[in-house]
């Protein structure tokens, strides 16, 4: 057997930003028809990576010692258009791919670049006809990352490199993604993924890397037993807690953005006191609307909401939290400064090493932690929280999902949109969104 050609290499000395992480000593080659994936503990290292050989480091001030080579070129020498041409990189933040003001610009976008002229029917390919008016900034993270791929099934390159790419997909994006994922191996593509959940992986057989702390810990085939070596799973045991009261109520509320359809219809809905609640259903069904709305950042078109007390909406994307350049100026703007309470709670949140680092440098799962911080701090009587452990590792996981436990523990409304069934199985109230109708259909409390 012939091996196949490798459409990505690299041996990367060091790799990082000035003054703060460093990714050192790591090599791998990624053939044609082959999938490398990319596992460790949040803030180990994989973005960092994914930007070295994607040739995005110096975007964020970054820097590259080493070599890596893209469809036989090395990134060094490489235009911006080789590079172009070589991969399709979806990030772990998929907001920041998209350029187009409405999704049908997004996607005649690429098809412009590809040399083909938009058309209506060259746009229902994409199976995105539905969203083709839609304004971009309206869309979902999971809705962004469907657009995401559509484009990257258009441009088929040799390399696709996709950093967290299930974070934001309901149970049926997810299966849809990894047939694709699948339908790209057998021609020949080559794959570089970054996911936290390698078990979920187990039948392509991928190439594996552990990060830890900024080095390569193991390299080789995957195995059941290097996953569970390595990962630390989550319980899923409580108990139920029982309501202190009603923190907000929402009486037959719809809402549609500016030219669009309503996404959410009639929604008639209590949010307790002392309670974890945890929102699902699919991409495109309204959740992180209902969460804008019930927290106040935006106003229903339709419908009354009456709240009693404070609130806080932390969005799927947490640079959009902040207000300072750093996680020590952001938590001592939190705590009033009180600098001995930062510290404290700095620790409890795990992130006392970065307080200093750039928060536009960190990884997501290190930026959730630092809004999540931030939040607990200035002492809320609600918490609207959008995928909260979207990018986290089994460790960072359990963390958050204990914090939010303990808010809810103190009397806090809690209510989080997940696709993860870790946050679900923790909370008390799961309230399913359906897509069809955008109307909440069903309500089934935890027990």
Partial sequence: MFDLPSVLIANIIRCGYSGGFTLRDVKFNVNEGEILLITGRSGS?????????????????GYVEGEVY??????????????YKCLTYIPQEPWYAIIGYTVYAEICHILALEGYICSEVEFAISNLSHLANRLTYTLSAGETQRVLWSEALLKKNKLLVLDEPLVYLDKNAKSYIKNVIEKALGEDVGILLVDHDPLFWENLEPQLIYLRDGRVIYYGKWSRSIVEQYSTKTST????RISKGVYAELRNVWFKYPGGDYVLKNIDMTIEKGVLTAIVGPNGSGKTTLLKLASGVLKPSRGIIVRHG????????????????????????????????MLDIAEYFNIKGILDQPLAKLSSGERRRVALASAYLSGFDAYFIDEPTGGLDYESTSLVLSVLEELAERDKAVVIATHDERAVNKSDLTMRLELKNHELKSMSIQG
């Fill in 45 to 61: 290292g994989k973005t960092t990576l994914v930007r070295a050989v994607t040739g995005t480091m110096r975007a964020l001030d």
């Fill in 70 to 83: 893209l469809c036989g070129r090395s990134i060094k020498n490489a235009d911006p258009e080789d590079i």
């Fill in 237 to 240: 045991q409580r108990e139920r």
């Fill in 310 to 341: 404070t609130a806080i909406y932390i969005p799927e994307n947490p640079l959009l939290y902040f207000t300072m350049p750093t996680p020590r100026e952001e938590l001592l703007l939190a705590s009033r400064g009180d600098e001995l309470k």
